[in-house]
């Protein structure tokens, strides 16, 4: 066991504050990482504050991780000390039902193990996350971050770029499909860069008129007032494909409405209560209403691997660790473009 310095949660009610904790001695097939950036995730705040429930203190949360390998265990293949390399949302899964045997980890009908406030595969070791100086992890669950890339931006691929990724993916966006980005925050933002360098016509979809510049620069083709009912009629039945990204209450109706026929809205926000469906807006027009997840290891290397070839990172504030309590205070309110990401530097301080 090594001792490592860290940041956690002790109680829901408490701000962020050092913390000592055990990483374990690199296995034969595990891959220690000095961390060198962590993004901040709004999920960090749920689960540091107890807002989902089951949090399991002291937490030391953080699922967007870049850093340099330290060390290796004997039976390593894939990485070398020196590498840059990222972890993302979870750190292992069983290996061997059906969607792990289909790089589906992030479904492992056993349960992943997230990479914080969570267990092991064997159901007893509680996991620590990023905001912390180092981090062992098994081989299979380390990716590769590209050289091209600069490596604040890369972390919070890590999360909002492949939960963005995996469904423009899965539902083969291409050249002169039309896509709507519903909420420009650090999930929608990401949604915006990626599916453009796919090659779809891209469309935001917001309430605030402020953000119309911002999303022009981040690739959107159009801008459009969701608070408008003239805008709203104008676009029905315009996208394939709706990206809705918001965690509040928003009306599902309103955006099924803007889909062609056999169009999909793939939900990645988690509002407190799901929004009632009219079955008539779901019918006419055989549209599909889904959600989506982040991606697996494999889908997630290529997600790095694309962003490497067309020049995509998230846009980022770094930060320093003590500075983390008032970024959640700034997250919440919405104060970010669009990602905070912590310079694991200043904990080693």
């Given amino acids: 066991m090594t001792l490592v310095k860290a940041y956690a949660a002790q109680q829901a009610d408490l701000p962020l504050g050092p913390f000592d904790l ?5 296995g034969p097939k595990d891959v220690e990482i000095e961390i060198l950036y962590s993004g901040v995730c709004h999920s960090d705040i749920h689960t540091a504050r107890n807002e989902w429930g089951g949090t399991k203190y002291p937490v030391v949360p953080g699922h967007e991780i870049v850093g340099k390998v330290s060390a290796v265990g004997p039976e390593v293949t894939k990485h070398q000390i020196g590498d840059i390399v990222g972890v993302g949302v979870f750190v292992d899964s069983c290996g061997h039902c059906t969607n792990c045997s289909e790089d589906l980890e992030q479904y492992c009908e056993n349960g ?48 909002a770029g492949i939960t963005t990724y995996s469904p423009l993916r899965h539902w083969k966006v291409k050249k002169g499909d039309k896509v709507a980005v519903v909420g420009l925050g ?38 459009e007032l969701t608070t408008n009912p003239e ?21 599902y109706n309103a955006y099924l409405a803007l889909l062609k026929t056999d169009g999909v809205m793939v939900l990645l926000g988690a509002p407190p209560e799901m929004e009632k469906v009219s079955a008539g807006s779901l019918i006419r027009g055989r549209k599909s209403l889904v959600g989506s997840l982040v991606g697996g290891i ?3 290397q290529e997600m790095l ?8 990172v998230s846009d980022v504030e770094v930060i320093q660790m003590d500075q983390i309590n008032e970024a959640y205070e700034r997250t919440i309110s919405g104060d970010v473009h669009y990602r905070f990401v912590i310079d694991m530097a200043s904990l080693k301080k």
Avoid: W
């Avoid at 860069?193 to 779809?200: D, E, F, H």
């Fill in 231 to 251: 805008n709203m009629k104008k676009m029905a039945g315009s996208f394939h494909l709706i990206i809705n990204t918001v965690s509040g209450q928003n009306d």
């Fill in 305 to 312: 691997d694309f962003c490497a070839e067309h020049g995509i």
């Fill in 22 to 26: 055990e990483r374990r001695t690199p």
């Fill in 112 to 159: 992943h193990s997230q990479t914080y406030n969570s267990f092991l595969q064997d159901k007893k070791t509680i996991t620590y996350g990023g905001y912390s100086t180092h981090i062992v992890v098994t081989e299979k669950f380390v990716l590769k971050v590209p050289k091209n890339l600069p490596l604040e931006g890369v972390a919070p691929l890590l999360c």
């Fill in 298 to 300: 494999k889908e997630t």
């Fill in 186 to 223: 650090g999930l929608g933002h990401m949604a915006v860069k990626l599916a453009s360098a796919m090659g779809a016509e891209v469309t935001m979809l917001s309430r605030s008129p402020e953000k119309a510049k911002d999303a022009g620069r981040l690739g959107a083709h159009h801008f």
